[in-house]
């Protein structure tokens, strides 16, 4: 498995609270990616990571933020979580010179209350 | 119309059969086509890419791409129960653009 941990696992949160989801790698892969995967849409962007604080947005970035100050971490947060942000979230990894080859973690199961 | 169509299934097969999945695609600046494989409450693995058109094989899977169809699939020959999973399409133009487009996924059930 490609090095990479998320943390937590899983959490169980209140609406408006904030959020931080944290990814791992030990890859010293250049990209890095955050998804949500809900049923009945699949995998879907929130933000991405090119560099350290280099970031864009996804598909679904409404309500999220990210940052990456290191190689290896890239942090996703909530600012106030909304029942529509209960989910499971992937963060993935890529060489750049391979960005289509996507590593992903084991995910974290989120629930907002 | 989603830029990426995948039968979400379920599909049931006995074990020892040949499977047949699918996606169709709206896109026609997608390059990079790949397959990726997710066991329940894990995250997906890569199973296989093609660029552009083509064929792939690597052991009991293979993987085509037909770009004047916009239409790739995925082929798993003498199917296990090891391989009951869902199975999500994805794909991305390159160029400068580096996000991926995947498809809702198709769940497998091999019946030993």
């Known amino acids: 498995d490609a090095g990479i941990t998320q943390s937590p696992r899983h959490k169980v949160t209140e609406t408006g609270t904030p959020v931080t989801l944290r990814c791992h790698q030990t890859e010293n892969h250049r990209y890095m990616y955050w998804y949500r995967q809900d049923p009945g849409h699949g995998l879907r962007l929130i933000h991405y990571s090119y560099g350290v604080k280099d970031t864009d947005k996804g598909e679904v970035s409404d309500g999220y933020s990210v940052s990456r100050s290191k190689t290896e971490d890239f942090l996703l947060t909530l600012e106030s979580a909304t029942s529509s942000q209960t989910s499971v979230y992937f963060c993935?990894?890529?060489?750049?010179?391979?960005?289509?080859?996507?590593?992903f973690g084991p995910g974290t199961r989120l629930t907002v209350t | 119309q989603k830029e990426v169509e995948q039968d979400p299934g379920p599909l049931s097969v006995p074990e020892g059969a040949i499977v047949s999945l699918n996606c169709t695609y709206s896109n026609s600046a997608f390059q990079y086509f790949m397959w990726y494989r997710q066991y329940s409450r894990k995250g997906p693995e890569l199973l296989m890419y093609t660029y552009s058109s083509g064929n792939k094989e690597d052991g009991r899977f293979t993987a085509q791409v037909d770009k004047s169809s916009k239409y790739i699939s995925l082929f798993i020959r003498d199917s296990q129960p090891s391989d009951s999973a869902t199975y999500l399409c994805?794909?991305?133009?390159?160029?400068?653009?580096?996000?991926?487009?995947f498809g809702k996924g198709t769940k497998l059930s091999v019946i030993p």
């Open positions: 994805a794909m991305c133009s390159g160029a400068g653009s580096y996000q991926l487009t």
């Open positions: 993935a990894i890529s060489e750049w010179t391979r960005f289509y080859e996507q590593y």
